[in-house]
C-alpha cells in the first residue's frame, strides 16, 4: 500500500476524531455532570444540577482557590490546549516543533478524567435523604477525552518518520 495514502487515511481518520471529541468536549460543559438534591423517598425537596464549567466558579467564590485552578486548569485550559496543538498536527503546521509540547499534556490527560472523578466522588453520596446522579455531561466529557486521546496516538510520528535530529 502507499505510504502516502495510508497517512491521509491516518489523518481523516483524526480528523474525524478531532470533530467528535470537541462536539463531545463542549456538549459536556452544557449538560449537567451531576444532579443531587434533597428528598425522601418519591419525593424530592431541593433539586439542583452541577456542570462542570460551574464546579470551578464554585470553588472561586468559597475561597479555594487552589481547587478551583486545578479544576479550571484540567478541564479547560490543557484540553483547550490541546485542541489547539492536534488541530496543527492535522493541519501539518509544525507539529515536530510542539511534538514535546504534546507529550507533556499526554502525560497529564488523565488527570482531567480523575479531577472529574474525585468531584463525583466528593459529591455522591449513599443515602435514602441524599440524591446524587450521574448527570450526561460526565459520559460526555469522558468520552471526548478518551477520543482526543486516540486522535493524538493517530497523529504520533513513528519512531521512522522522526527525522535524525529529533530523535
Sequence with gaps: ?????LLSNRKAAAAILWTS??????LGFNYPMLESGFGIGPFTFKHDYIYLG??????FSRGEIFIGSILLTFTIILPVLKYVLVLLALTGRHYRRFHVVMEIIQKWAMLDVFVVAVLILNLKFDSTVIISRLGSGTSLF???????????L???PKRDQVPAENK
Design 1 to 5: 500500500m502507499n505510504p502516502g495514502h
Design 21 to 26: 471529541s470537541l462536539i463531545f468536549f463542549i
Design 54 to 59: 460551574s464546579s470551578f466558579n464554585y470553588f
Design 142 to 152: 469522558a468520552l471526548s477525552v478518551i477520543l482526543l486521546m486516540i486522535c493524538s
Design 154 to 156: 493517530i497523529l504520533k
